[in-house]
């Protein structure tokens, strides 16, 4: 693999989780592996779950270099100059195995999935490796990639963990595996960072400007942040806050100007449609609650808490606004599946919550 080879474990423009030198903002979930750790209860199967770019690779990775250093019992950290650290950064660890979806020469792109041939070779490292002794550690990024057979070659190997080996399991969305998966692993769950942590990972990652607003927009999601400096998402979400200032009058030439940079063509950092629809979709979410709870702090773009405080006054506007986010946003994606025109279908959506600014927004 070439360094130019995407890889489904990392986010476009950031380093991969192996190089993050400490976990942000999840010490609960780390001191609750040490003590289970410490307590000679370190369970042969980990689920590490929560929304997708909050830091659960990075704990993983963690996680492995310090079982395999034997680190420390008072810190998962283990210094950079370690023989194991420098082996995990290279992918040159042979205690250590990572199953991720892989990328098809064929194609020229990522696989879809994760299959049950990429389960195999997990079992044959167990195996294998067995002879050297020793703790093996697997990654498994992330779990809800694995089809139908690979889950089931999966819970074969959880019935029957293999001896000195523990898998550690990465999911976004933990409910989409199976309950006996499930049922067989122990489970570090990690929340959305806040503010400040999210400005203590983003600002070494070189996002200065605009980090407060990435992380509003973000959701806590690190990834999610990365993601949206690497597609100047700040700049489109303030164009979408721009479009909202003129209505109820809605300049059509501002919502053309959005409408048509969705048609441009998807790239490995991203797909313009998908950013403006979820944009879009986090303007309403926001606008919702402003009704509910007040202007968001800290604004996104500039005027955003005086925009949604007129558009969004009171409970009766925050569930129109929030209906209409659900309905259109649901329409909008199930078009561009069957690839209906996104410029289209963006300006659509534009035209349809113009209409429902009239009745709600203050003089």
């Not at 395999?68 to 019992?73: F, H, K, M, V």
């Not at 290279?90 to 194609?107: N, Y």
């Not at 919502?255 to 998807?266: F, P």
Request: charged share 25%.
């Amino acid at each position: 693999m070439t360094d130019e080879t995407p890889e489904s474990d990392r986010v476009p423009g950031a380093s991969h989780p192996r190089h993050a030198g400490a976990v942000i903002g999840h010490d609960a979930a780390a001191e609750d592996f040490l003590s289970a750790a410490q307590a000679q209860r370190l369970h042969h199967a980990w689920l590490i779950t929560g929304p997708r770019g909050v830091g659960k690779a990075t704990l993983a990775w963690q996680i492995a270099r310090w079982l395999l250093a034997e680190g420390r019992d008072d810190s998962l950290t283990v210094p950079s100059d370690d023989p194991v650290a420098r082996r995990v950064a290279a992918m040159s660890e042979p205690r250590l195995h990572l199953v991720r979806r892989g990328f098809d020469e064929k194609t020229g792109r990522l696989k879809a999935e994760i299959g049950v041939d990429d389960i195999r070779s997990l079992l044959s490292f167990f195996h294998m490796s067995a002879a050297e002794g020793g703790r093996r550690v697997a990654i498994v990024d992330a779990a809800d990639d694995m089809n139908g057979a690979a889950a089931n070659a999966l819970l074969k190997m959880l019935e029957e963990p293999p001896k000195g080996g523990v898998i550690l399991l990465i999911a976004h969305q933990p409910a989409r595996l199976l309950p006996t998966i499930r049922s067989r692993c122990r489970e570090l769950r990690l929340s959305p960072l806040s503010p400040d942590d999210m400005a203590r990972v983003l600002t070494p990652l070189g996002v200065d400007a605009g980090a407060d607003a990435l992380a509003a927009l973000s959701g806590g999601s690190v990834g999610e942040a990365l993601r949206l400096d690497g597609q100047d998402g700040l700049k489109v979400y303030a164009q979408i806050v721009d479009l909202f200032a003129t209505l109820p009058r809605f300049d059509r030439l501002k919502a053309r100007d959005l409408a048509e940079a969705a048609a441009g063509r998807a790239t490995a950092d991203g797909d313009p449609f998908d950013l403006r629809i979820t944009l879009l979709d986090r303007f309403l979410t926001r606008l919702a609650r402003a009704g509910l709870m007040g202007a968001p702090i800290p604004e996104a773009a500039p005027g955003e808490a005086a925009l949604m405080a007129r558009l969004c006054p009171d409970d009766d506007a925050a569930r129109i606004w929030a209906t209409a986010q659900a309905e259109l946003s649901a329409r909008a994606r199930s078009g561009r599946a069957v690839n209906l025109d996104p410029a289209a279908l963006v300006m659509d959506m534009l035209i349809q919550l113009a209409g429902l600014a009239p009745a709600h927004a203050k003089a």
